[in-house]
């Protein structure tokens, strides 16, 4: 059965919460128990021990016939002592004689009488401190606070004095307390609920507006935007999704873009091939113009190679497939080896190439396939869009344990909002379409990312009009661990 997070975590929070008030309530009753029962044991023997000292000294020395001195009590004497104090407390005063047979009683609770025998076995634990929760060897009905003090004189006992009270009091006075304290944590437990229940449903909120938020990017709709409130965890996931639907969205758009790119790419070269092939073989095509159209077709060919090249490569990075394989290389090297196989387009636009007079020798451990596409697609743009006539500027050092080139081109440039862009996948500036007919916008992305595989990093500077640089490092020979 189906149990939102917003239910689950309601109920989790008010059984912890309801928990802690019940151990609360149980904790407090059994120290309220303990404290009004020891405040009852000390006025019960304080009492207990006030009415036996009354006692010792009311009591009146009685000489015998062999000369010996016995003490008497007169309980009527008593009778007003034992009742004042006993009602003070609400409890029972009893006087008994040294046998335990009961003198003088404040009033008569629960079938006991004056006449009624102490058991010989308590009254030997009578001492100066005697207490229990009991009957008094049977005499009380029902179980009493009993506090019990030996009245001595010389010496001699003359009897004892007990104070009692019903243990039902020390309950109702519980109970009164417990219904008072249990009123209030129903009341808490209440508040507790409404701001549970209200921190609950704020906290969910935000879950929910993102699963509605991610079933629409999952359609296809990327336009759906959560509010971020607060620097929380929940707020961050929310940025995070922002983020990512902002990035999807980015993504939709160039694939939408590459989807019709490579469309156009592929279909307008197979269209040409197939029809100069088709006119070679059904004669429509001269033989003196077969020569021309063949190298058409053949150009058509490597057109479609650099397209498919560019895109295996690019499902071998997203794939993670990638892999290099370092040798012992000079980037000098193999940048003079570029710009000899790119050197008829130099000449055919007429292009001043320099920097590489003097240029040193800069080894690194890297691919030599993959640093040498890194070279030939910086120069290729180079070359696309310099102006006629225009200047390439190519630098290369060593310098800190790091190899440093720098590929700088005359020409139109780079708009500065496009600058950002220009190493995503499938980007391809506005100025650059007219010029860059055969591109899918995955060169400068295929840069970045064999440039960072290798550990290095590359930027791009350019001014409108002027110039635009692509500079890049990587760790020189030996420094790769």
Same mark, same amino acid.
């Given at each position: 059965?189906?149990?939102?997070?917003?239910?689950?975590?309601?109920?989790?929070?008010?059984?912890?919460?309801?928990?802690?008030?019940?151990?609360?309530?149980?904790?407090?009753?059994?120290?309220?128990?303990?404290?009004?029962?020891?405040?009852?044991?000390?006025?019960?023997?304080?009492?207990?021990?006030?009415?036996?000292?009354?006692?010792?000294?009311?009591?009146?020395?009685?000489?015998?016939?062999?000369?010996?001195?016995?003490?008497?009590?007169?309980?009527?004497?008593?009778?007003?002592?034992?009742?004042?104090?006993?009602?003070?407390?609400?409890?029972?005063?009893?006087?008994?004689?040294?046998?335990?047979?009961?003198? %003088?009683?404040? @009033?008569?609770?629960?079938?006991?009488? /004056?006449?009624?025998? +102490? &058991?010989?076995?308590? =009254?030997?634990? *009578?001492?100066?401190?005697?207490?229990?929760?009991?009957?008094?060897?049977? %005499?009380?009905? @029902?179980?009493?606070?009993?506090?019990? /003090?030996?009245?001595? +004189? &010389?010496?001699?006992? =003359?009897?004892? *004095?007990?104070?009692?009270?019903?243990?039902?009091?020390?309950?109702?006075? %519980?109970?009164?307390?417990?219904?008072?304290?249990?009123?209030?944590?129903?009341?808490?437990?209440?508040?507790?609920?409404?701001?549970?229940?209200?921190?609950?449903?704020?906290?969910?909120?935000?879950?929910?507006?993102?699963?509605?938020?991610?079933?629409?990017?999952?359609?296809?709709?990327?336009?759906?935007?959560?509010?971020?409130?607060?620097?929380?965890?929940?707020?961050?996931?929310?940025?995070?999704?922002?983020?990512?639907?902002?990035?999807?969205?980015?993504?939709?758009?160039?694939?939408?873009?590459?989807?019709?790119?490579?469309?156009?790419?592929?279909?307008?070269?197979?269209?040409?091939?197939?029809?100069?092939?088709?006119?070679?073989?059904?004669?429509?095509?001269?033989?003196?113009?077969?020569?021309?159209?063949?190298?058409?077709?053949?150009?058509?060919?490597?057109?479609?190679?650099?397209?498919?090249?560019?895109?295996?490569?690019?499902?071998?990075?997203?794939?993670?497939?990638?892999?290099?394989?370092?040798?012992?290389?000079?980037?000098?090297?193999?940048?003079?080896?570029?710009?000899?196989?790119?050197?008829?387009?130099?000449?055919?636009?007429?292009?001043?190439?320099?920097?590489?007079?003097?240029?040193?020798?800069?080894?690194?451990?890297?691919?030599?396939?993959?640093?040498?596409?890194?070279?030939?697609?910086?120069?290729?743009?180079?070359?696309?869009?310099?102006?006629?006539?225009?200047?390439?500027?190519?630098?290369?050092?060593?310098?800190?344990?790091?190899?440093?080139?720098?590929?700088?081109?005359?020409?139109?440039?780079?708009?500065?909002?496009?600058?950002?862009?220009?190493?995503?996948?499938?980007?391809?500036?506005?100025?650059?379409?007219?010029?860059?007919?055969?591109?899918?916008?995955?060169?400068?992305?295929?840069?970045?990312?064999?440039?960072?595989?290798?550990?290095?990093?590359?930027?791009?500077?350019?001014?409108?009009?002027?110039?635009?640089?692509?500079?890049?490092?990587?760790?020189?020979?030996?420094?790769?661990?």
């Amino acid at each position: 059965m189906y149990k939102s997070v917003f239910k689950k975590y309601l109920t989790v929070l008010t059984l912890v919460v309801v928990i802690g008030f019940l151990s609360m309530t149980l904790l407090q009753a059994f120290l309220a128990t303990g404290v009004l029962a020891e405040e009852k044991r000390q006025l019960l023997q304080e009492n207990a021990q006030n009415i036996a000292h009354h006692t010792a000294m009311s009591a009146s020395a009685v000489p015998t016939k062999d000369g010996s001195i016995l003490y008497r009590v007169d309980p009527v004497a008593l009778s007003p002592l034992l009742n004042t104090l006993a009602d003070a407390l609400d409890a029972t005063a009893m006087l008994t004689d040294s046998h335990g047979q009961v003198l %003088l009683l404040s @009033r008569s609770p629960h079938g006991i009488r /004056v006449g009624d025998v +102490v &058991n010989a076995n308590l =009254l030997s634990r *009578v001492g100066e401190s005697y207490y229990e929760v009991g009957t008094l060897g049977g %005499l009380f009905d @029902r179980p009493q606070y009993v506090a019990g /003090v030996a009245v001595r +004189v &010389n010496d001699m006992t =003359l009897g004892y *004095v007990f104070m009692s009270t019903s243990t039902s009091n020390m309950m109702q006075i %519980l109970g009164a307390n417990l219904r008072v304290y249990l009123i209030s944590v129903a009341g808490a437990l209440l508040i507790s609920f409404c701001v549970l229940w209200l921190f609950t449903y704020r906290f969910v909120r935000p879950l929910k507006q993102m699963a509605a938020a991610t079933r629409r990017f999952a359609q296809g709709d990327f336009s759906a935007r959560l509010q971020v409130k607060g620097r929380d965890e929940v707020a961050e996931l929310a940025d995070a999704l922002n983020h990512m639907a902002v990035s999807l969205s980015s993504v939709e758009t160039m694939r939408r873009s590459f989807v019709a790119n490579v469309s156009h790419e592929l279909k307008t070269p197979m269209t040409t091939i197939a029809g100069f092939v088709d006119g070679i073989l059904d004669g429509t095509v001269p033989p003196q113009k077969q020569s021309y159209y063949l190298k058409i077709v053949s150009d058509e060919v490597k057109r479609l190679s650099r397209l498919v090249r560019s895109m295996l490569d690019l499902s071998r990075i997203d794939s993670g497939e990638l892999k290099m394989t370092r040798v012992r290389l000079d980037l000098t090297e193999a940048m003079c080896s570029v710009l000899v196989s790119s050197e008829p387009r130099i000449e055919g636009k007429r292009l001043t190439i320099s920097g590489m007079e003097d240029a040193e020798k800069t080894e690194i451990d890297g691919d030599y396939d993959l640093m040498s596409q890194v070279l030939y697609n910086l120069l290729d743009n180079a070359i696309k869009f310099t102006n006629e006539g225009g200047d390439i500027d190519i630098r290369m050092r060593s310098q800190d344990g790091r190899v440093y080139v720098t590929v700088r081109n005359t020409g139109a440039g780079i708009p500065a909002e496009e600058l950002p862009q220009i190493f995503e996948r499938y980007y391809k500036s506005d100025r650059s379409r007219s010029l860059d007919k055969n591109g899918l916008g995955l060169g400068l992305y295929i840069v970045q990312t064999v440039i960072r595989l290798h550990g290095g990093e590359i930027t791009v500077r350019s001014v409108e009009g002027e110039f635009t640089e692509f500079s890049f490092w990587v760790p020189a020979a030996g420094t790769c661990s």
